[in-house]
C-alpha cells in the first residue's frame, strides 16, 4: 500500500516540474486539490466492482467513484449522466436514452450504446443482486445516439433502480469474462467514472483513487480520493486526518466549533427487529403483535443513544418519504397488553415467566451485533435493552452477540427467531417495500421479511410496482403500509440520528443525497460533490 502512494506523490511531482517548465497550469489545476480524505470506521466494503464489492450502501459508493450509470442524483434530483436526456413511450412499454457523445473508458477506449445494450444482457446472464432486470424485456440501438429498453410490463422503478443505480461495464472488457464474481484483473475495474481504481488495502481497510481527468463531465476536483480506516472520526476530522466522516450526533457542536460543517440526514436507515416467521410460535401474527406490545422504542432510543433517533413507522415506509402514510397502525409500549395477547394465545404465566399449555417455558433467542449505520459501524445496547423490555412482559431471552457477517448469513439461511439488523433505502423509490417484503425479491438483501402469508399485501405491492401514475401507486403504497403494520413480519424499531461533517476548506460541499445515492442509499458522499 505504501508503494502506491509513494508512486502516486512522484507522479504528482513529475506533472509539477514538466508544467512549471514547459507551461501554465491548465485552468483546473489552479483550484484543485490534491487529495480528499474520507474516514471510515469499518473499511473493508470489498473490491469497487458491481461482482465484488460488500452487498450494503458503503460497497456501493465506492464503486460509483469507477463505475458511472445512464442518470444520476445530485443535490436537487435527476441528472443526466451516461445519458444526456431521457423519456417514456407508455404504447411500447419502452424508454428511450440519447447517449453522450466523446465519453471515453478508463483505458481510453470510447463507450458507446452497444456497451449499455452488452451490459444489460450481461447482468441478466450474471445477476448485480442491486439492479433487478426480471421486468426488462431487452434493449436495441435506434440509431448511434440513442437506444431503447423495452419492459416486459410497466414498471414504476425504473428510473431509481435501473437508470439510476445499474453501472455500465465496458463491452470490450466484459464480453470475454464468464466468471464475474472472480474477475479480479486491474482491467476489472475500468469505467468511466470521475476517479480510477487505484488500490485496496483489505488489511487496512484503504482505498485509493486517482481522478480521471478525460471525466465527460469535466475533471475532478481533487486528485487523489482516499478512504482511511478511523476509529475515531472525531479526532481524525480534528486533527486534519479526514475532511469528512460520518459522525455521532454528539460530536456536532464541537466540531462545529472547530470550522466543521455539519450534515444531518432525514430518516432513511431503520434499526429493525427480524423475525422468523416461518417458525411457532413468531408464524403468528397475534404473537408477533405481542412482541410489538412489549418493545418500548423511545426506551431503546434513550437509554442506548442517548435520546438520539425517533420511534420508526411500523409500515415500514419513513415519514419523510413523499409516500408516507401518516394512518399507518402503531403498536404503543403496553405491556398489559403484551401478556393480554399470550395469555389468549393459551400460555399461563407465573413469577419466572410465561409457560405453554404443555408446560415448556417461552424462551427465545435473539441476535444482535455491532450494525453497520450509514456506512459507520456502530456499538450500541439495543440487544440488552430488548431483552429486559421483553423479560418484562414475561418472555425469557437467551441473548447472542455476533459478528455482523455471521448474524447476516444466519438471517439468510433462516437459522434465528429474532435478529436486531438493519438498513437504509427508506427514503428511495417505494419498490423497497418489494425488496423489503416480497420473498424472491430481495436482491440479496438480509434485510427483507420474505414474507407471502398475506396475499392481498402480495398482491399491493406487486401492483404498485407497475402503476406508472404517481398518485394511483401512492394510494397502493399507502394501503401497503397499513397491511403490512398489521401483519408486522419484521418491526421498525427506530430511525438513529445520522450525521455528518466535513472540513470546508478544501472547497467542496459534500451533502445528503435527496432520496439517497442510487437507490437510497443515506452515504453524504455523492460524487457530484467532487464534479461540479
Not at 204 to 224: C, H, I, M, V
Amino acid at each position: 500500500m505504501i508503494s502506491v502512494f509513494r508512486k502516486c506523490w512522484v507522479s504528482l511531482t513529475v506533472v509539477a516540474v514538466f508544467m512549471g517548465f514547459f507551461g501554465p497550469a491548465v485552468p483546473w489545476a489552479q483550484d484543485r486539490v490534491a487529495e480528499v480524505r474520507i474516514a471510515d470506521s469499518k473499511g473493508d466494503w470489498g473490491f469497487p466492482n458491481p461482482f465484488r464489492h460488500y452487498p450494503r450502501g458503503p460497497g456501493y459508493v465506492r464503486m460509483s467513484w469507477v463505475f458511472d450509470t445512464l442518470i444520476w442524483k445530485d443535490a436537487s434530483g435527476y441528472i443526466p449522466a451516461l445519458a444526456r436526456s431521457w423519456r417514456y413511450e407508455p404504447a411500447e412499454k419502452a424508454f428511450i436514452f440519447h447517449i453522450r457523445d466523446g465519453v471515453r473508458w478508463h483505458d481510453g477506449k470510447p463507450f458507446t450504446a452497444a456497451d449499455v445494450i452488452f451490459t444489460i444482457d450481461y447482468f441478466k446472464r450474471h445477476p448485480y443482486r442491486w439492479v433487478p432486470l426480471d421486468a426488462v424485456a431487452g434493449a436495441e440501438i435506434i440509431d448511434t445516439d440513442r437506444i431503447m429498453i423495452r419492459l416486459e410490463r410497466p414498471y414504476a422503478p425504473f428510473l431509481a433502480y435501473v437508470a439510476g443505480t445499474m453501472p455500465i461495464l465496458p463491452k470490450h472488457i466484459w464480453e470475454t469474462v464468464d466468471d464475474p464474481v472472480n474477475f479480479n484483473d486491474p482491467k476489472a475495474y475500468i469505467g468511466c467514472g470521475p476517479y480510477r481504481f487505484k488500490d485496496f488495502n483489505k488489511a487496512k481497510g484503504t482505498y485509493l483513487y486517482e481522478a480521471f481527468d478525460a471525466y465527460y463531465q469535466g475533471p475532478p476536483k481533487a486528485s487523489r480520493l482516499i478512504y482511511v480506516k478511523v476509529g475515531k472520526p472525531l479526532i481524525a476530522l480534528a486533527a486534519g486526518k479526514a475532511d469528512l466522516a460520518n459522525i455521532k450526533p454528539d460530536m456536532a457542536e464541537t466540531l462545529r466549533e472547530k470550522g466543521m460543517v455539519i450534515l444531518k440526514n432525514a430518516r432513511g436507515w431503520n434499526k429493525k427487529l427480524m423475525i422468523n416467521h416461518r417458525i411457532e410460535p413468531f408464524n403468528d401474527k397475534r404473537f408477533r403483535r405481542a412482541l410489538a406490545h412489549a418493545i418500548d422504542r423511545q426506551e431503546i432510543i434513550d437509554k442506548a443513544h442517548r435520546g438520539l433517533g425517533s420511534p420508526a413507522s411500523f409500515g415500514l415506509i419513513s415519514p419523510d418519504h413523499e409516500y408516507y402514510n401518516p394512518e399507518t397502525p402503531d403498536y404503543r409500549h403496553d405491556t398489559t397488553q403484551a401478556r393480554a395477547i399470550l395469555e389468549s394465545l393459551g400460555y399461563r404465566k407465573d413469577a419466572s415467566g410465561f409457560y405453554s399449555r404443555a408446560g415448556n417455558p417461552l424462551k427465545i433467542e435473539l441476535m444482535a451485533s455491532n450494525i453497520t449505520v450509514a456506512g459507520e459501524s456502530v456499538s450500541d445496547r439495543d440487544g440488552e435493552v430488548l431483552k429486559r423490555q421483553l423479560e418484562a412482559a414475561g418472555i425469557r431471552v437467551d441473548l447472542v452477540n455476533l459478528e455482523q457477517a455471521t448474524t447476516d448469513g444466519r438471517i439468510r439461511n433462516w437459522q434465528f427467531q429474532l435478529a436486531v439488523s438493519g438498513h437504509g433505502g427508506l427514503l428511495g423509490d417505494a419498490m423497497v417495500l418489494e425488496r423489503m417484503i416480497e420473498p424472491g425479491k430481495s436482491s440479496g438483501s438480509v434485510n427483507s421479511a420474505r414474507y407471502g402469508a398475506n396475499p392481498e399485501l402480495l398482491e399491493l405491492v406487486r401492483a404498485q410496482m407497475s402503476e406508472m401514475d404517481p398518485i394511483k401507486r401512492k394510494a397502493l403504497v399507502f394501503r401497503c403500509q397499513e397491511i403490512y403494520a398489521e401483519e408486522i413480519p419484521a418491526i421498525s424499531l427506530y430511525y438513529p440520528e445520522t450525521m455528518a461533517a466535513y472540513n470546508p476548506e478544501k472547497g467542496i460541499g459534500w451533502y445528503y443525497t435527496q432520496g439517497g445515492i442510487a437507490l437510497g442509499i443515506p452515504i453524504p458522499q455523492n460524487k457530484m460533490s467532487l464534479v461540479k
